[in-house]
């Protein structure tokens, strides 16, 4: 009896890898969409206690009937960029003076007003860019 060697795939054994792959990627889209969530919330955290810390200081200084500490001002923002991973993250660029945010595929530019810091700086993003408004949206809710 002559064997026929064939080095092709029979239809059974691509379904099998195709049901396979489907499941495996039923479990895997939910987390990187949930990790996606997690870093919307921790930036949004993060930028609403830099922006309380950053009231802190001015009230602070106001009390005291001076200015507040530029040193003190870019130590906070500084430190923006000691943490986060290369997929989420907050970092601030000093001679811009903006705070450039990151959550996976998406990223958006913080500006800093008045960036002179005379007064209690406002951090804002515009709100048509889809991460921007993620965050400013967690960081307003109830």
Do not use: W, Y
Not at 30 to 41: D, L, Q, W
């Amino acid at each position: 009896m002559a064997r026929s060697i064939s080095k092709a795939f029979s239809l059974i054994e691509i379904v099998f890898a195709v049901v396979v792959l489907g499941i495996i990627l039923s479990f895997a889209l939910p987390r990187f969409s949930a990790n996606a969530k997690i870093c919307e919330i921790q930036l949004s955290s993060k930028l609403g206690v830099l922006q309380s810390r950053l009231a802190m200081l001015f009230t602070q200084a106001q009390f005291e009937n001076k200015q507040a500490d530029i040193g003190e001002i870019f130590a906070l923002l500084n430190s923006l960029n000691q943490a986060g991973s290369a997929e989420c993250f907050l970092r601030f660029d000093p001679q811009s003076r903006r705070i450039l945010a990151r959550s996976h595929s998406q990223s958006t530019i913080f500006t800093i007003s008045p960036n002179d810091f005379s007064e209690n700086p406002k951090i804002s993003c515009p709100l048509e860019d889809a991460l921007c408004k993620k965050i400013s949206f967690k960081t307003k809710r109830k």
